[in-house]
């Protein structure tokens, strides 16, 4: 009798062990990550591709010689979306109220085109990327997405539904005139559009000069 209580007693203490061997087991086991969004490889996929040309360097000369040999193409193409944006103020200006046109040329005022200047030293690598692909980017994005230019509109000048619905019309116009002329255009137009003002700009920055050797201090190299 007595030794089968032990055994029991025993059975018992190791089952014990066990359980709670497991249980804290289960407490240090590191949490699995969490599931993959829908798409998310596309995104993956999309980063790897852009960190692949931006680690890529950067061929200025070739960069300057295309730009040149565009430049007309190029300058072509801004004056006729200059064009185009004129067209479409001067349209817009006429839908607003007294007070909405008086906004409206104080803006007119600040506007400008965003990016560096003609004239100044080199252009770094990273406003080169910037003036190649992102600006670039940004400005067809306006053009092409009614939306959210109208958007933008309606919440700075305050547009009623009437006035809505017109600018939606004068943007669809410019949208299509735009996309109009990208088709009839040759294919690196927009993606040098920001650079042919700057065509200057785009030669290697000079090395930093080397700081002189301290006084008294050893020749390099012994």
Same mark, same amino acid.
């Given at each position: 009798?007595?030794?089968?209580?032990?055994?029991?007693?025993?059975?018992?203490?190791?089952?014990?062990?066990?359980?709670?061997?497991?249980?804290?087991?289960?407490?240090?086991?590191?949490?699995?990550?969490?599931?993959?969004?829908?798409?998310?490889?596309?995104?993956?996929?999309?980063?790897?591709?852009?960190?692949?040309?931006?680690?890529?360097?950067?061929?200025?000369?070739?960069?300057?010689?295309?730009?040149?040999?565009?430049?007309?193409?190029?300058?072509?193409?801004?004056?006729?979306?200059?064009?185009?944006?004129?067209?479409?103020?001067?349209?817009?200006?006429?839908?607003?109220?007294?007070?909405?046109?008086?906004?409206?040329?104080?803006?007119?005022?600040?506007?400008?085109?965003?990016?560096?200047?003609?004239?100044?030293?080199?252009?770094?690598?990273?406003?080169?990327?910037?003036?190649?692909?992102?600006?670039?980017?940004?400005? =067809? /994005?306006?053009?092409?997405? %009614?939306?959210? @230019? *109208?958007? $933008?509109?309606?919440?700075?000048?305050?547009?009623?539904? +009437?006035?809505?619905?017109?600018?939606?019309?004068l943007l669809k116009d410019r949208r299509d005139k735009v996309i109009a002329l990208i088709d009839s255009s040759p294919s690196p137009s927009v993606s =040098? /559009?920001?650079?042919?003002? %700057?065509?200057? @700009? *785009?030669? $290697?920055?000079?090395?930093?000069?080397?700081?002189?050797? +301290?006084?008294?201090?050893?020749?390099?190299?012994?």
């Amino acid at each position: 009798m007595k030794q089968r209580l032990i055994v029991a007693l025993f059975t018992i203490v190791v089952f014990c062990a066990g359980y709670y061997a497991g249980v804290w087991s289960d407490q240090k086991r590191p949490l699995p990550p969490p599931p993959a969004s829908v798409g998310g490889e596309f995104v993956r996929a999309r980063q790897t591709e852009t960190q692949l040309w931006r680690d890529r360097p950067i061929n200025r000369a070739e960069l300057i010689k295309e730009v040149e040999s565009l430049k007309p193409q190029l300058d072509e193409f801004r004056s006729r979306l200059a064009g185009f944006d004129a067209e479409f103020w001067r349209d817009f200006g006429q839908l607003l109220t007294p007070e909405q046109r008086s906004m409206y040329e104080q803006h007119s005022k600040k506007k400008g085109q965003s990016g560096p200047s003609e004239s100044g030293p080199p252009l770094t690598d990273d406003e080169l990327e910037n003036l190649r692909y992102e600006l670039p980017a940004h400005d =067809l /994005l306006t053009y092409v997405v %009614v939306g959210i @230019r *109208l958007d $933008s509109l309606t919440q700075v000048y305050r547009l009623d539904d +009437a006035q809505r619905e017109k600018v939606r019309s004068l943007l669809k116009d410019r949208r299509d005139k735009v996309i109009a002329l990208i088709d009839s255009s040759p294919s690196p137009s927009v993606s =040098l /559009l920001r650079l042919a003002p %700057v065509v200057q @700009r *785009l030669a $290697s920055p000079a090395s930093s000069p080397q700081p002189p050797p +301290a006084p008294n201090s050893p020749p390099a190299g012994k």
